[in-house]
């Protein structure tokens, strides 16, 4: 729920809970002083009826009141002198004074007055009290009631306009590009806004330095040793060919192949230093998958062929807008682990097929395979299954599954691993926006 909304829901809700205690409290008082104003009429219309001028009689005179909203009687020495038709037949005695009882079949106040011989009953129905408590109430608190709709309204837009640089900041940041560390440069006046903007602008500067330290760090370092390994290559190739002792030239194999595995280390390096999303999308256009996929088998076959393997290439062509570099060595990549991983006589089965969410491209082997947690653990930079001691003999650096991922994140793709019906594994890459040849 976002801040704006929660906070018109507090506001609200305490305002509704303040006028349920105002209507709750106003109904005790309208009751409190609704009664001290009743019992004073009671008390006057006791002082007018207990004067009048009522001669002692046979008959006693009967009023007709069939609203019942004022019952009296008038006596003189215990003899009814004239009264409520609903009463005249009922003999009540009650003390002097104000009492609450039943009377003539519904709750009544009461109220008894004595002058000399003459003694005058008075009884209201106590729900003439509870109407007019409740009229005196609701008249005051419906305006308040109505008003609610329309505060909210107020309170809605207020509570926006109060919030409006939380989402100016928030659209802001929302439009930064993943590599855009330049300060928030805007004015505010908000108190609680300026600490935000301060922390954020020395967050962007902190994680600018690390950005760029991490970014240029790898691939100057891989810069540099390029020449000295390209020197070391040389000078073990050289050495090779002189030596006739085959200790000796074991030794120097072994450098050797040393030095090709820190070569392939440092391209692996430089080429994850160059798949930056940001460098990459500026220069799209339109390249077929089928066609850089032929392209990278061909390039990779005598491994396929040294290793006896099968490999084939299923499905239809589909256009992606991209680069045919990062394109070139993200299949490069999965094919290359695919061929290493296969044992001799394996089986690798390149697809590409539609699906509900694009079109994706899936490469399966005949390999070990690997277990869930080595799947999450496969695209940290330098992992690899299984470590040197991998059963598969091969030789990695463990940065071809990083520099995937990153090539994925350049595309919006997704990538999945499972359990290859060849016994290996099955890695399948989905593309989005994307068309069929």
């Known amino acids: 729920m976002s801040i704006r909304k929660r906070l018109t829901l507090i506001l609200l809700s305490m305002m509704v809970l303040t006028c349920f205690l105002a209507l709750v409290k106003g109904y005790q008082k309208s009751m409190y002083h609704g009664e001290s104003l009743l019992d004073d009429e009671l008390k006057i219309v006791a002082g007018v009826l207990i004067e009048q001028p009522l001669a002692l009689s ?210 692996q390096m430089l080429i994850l230093g160059r798949t930056q999303p940001e460098q990459w999308q500026r220069q799209f256009s339109e390249q077929s998958l089928l066609t850089i996929t032929q392209q990278v088998v061909s390039e990779q076959y005598d491994k396929i062929d040294e290793k006896n393997q099968t490999i084939s290439l299923e499905g239809d062509d589909f256009i992606i807008n991209g680069d045919e570099f990062t394109l070139t060595t993200l299949i490069a990549n999965l094919l290359s682990n695919a061929i290493k991983y296969t044992p001799n006589n394996g089986q690798i089965i390149i697809k590409l097929a539609s699906s509900n969410n694009g079109f994706s491209w899936q490469i399966d082997d005949s390999g070990a395979g690997m277990t869930e947690e080595q799947k999450e653990r496969i695209f940290n930079r330098f992992y690899r299954v299984g470590g040197d001691q991998h059963p598969s003999g091969e030789q990695g650096a463990g940065l071809g599954m990083a520099i995937v991922q990153h090539i994925i994140a350049i595309y919006g793709a997704t990538i999945h691993l499972a359990n290859s019906p060849l016994g290996g594994l099955t890695v399948k890459v989905t593309f989005t926006g994307v068309k069929s040849d």
């Not at 009023?63 to 019952?71: D, E, G, I, P």
């Not at 073990?236 to 030596?243: D, E, I, S």
Request: glycine share 2%; net charge positive.
């Open 58 to 267: 046979t008959d006693a005179v009967q009023v007709s009141n069939n609203s019942a909203q004022l019952l009296y009687q008038i006596w003189q020495n215990n003899n009814l002198l004239s009264g409520s038709s609903s009463l005249t037949n009922n003999q009540i005695s009650f003390s002097e004074g104000f009492q609450t009882a039943n009377v003539a079949g519904q709750r009544m106040r009461v109220f008894v007055m004595s002058k000399n011989t003459r003694k005058v009953i008075v009884a209201e129905p106590m729900a003439k009290r509870f109407e007019l408590a409740e009229a005196v109430i609701l008249s005051a608190m419906l305006p308040m009631l109505w008003a609610v709709p329309l505060l909210a309204i107020f309170i809605s837009f207020f509570v926006k306009y109060a919030l409006a640089p939380l989402t100016r900041l928030s659209k802001q940041l929302a439009s930064r590009q993943a590599n855009d560390f330049t300060p928030i440069n805007w004015q505010v006046t908000d108190e609680e806004i300026k600490p935000v903007i301060n922390r954020l602008n020395d967050l962007f500067k902190r994680v600018e330095t690390a950005y760029l330290r991490e970014r240029f760090f790898a691939s100057d370092a891989a810069h540099e040793l390029r020449t000295p390994l390209s020197s070391l290559k040389i000078n073990v190739h050289n050495l090779a060919n002189k030596q006739s002792n085959l200790q000796d030239h074991q030794e120097l194999q072994a450098m050797s192949q040393g030095i090709n595995r820190l070569s392939n280390i440092v391209e």
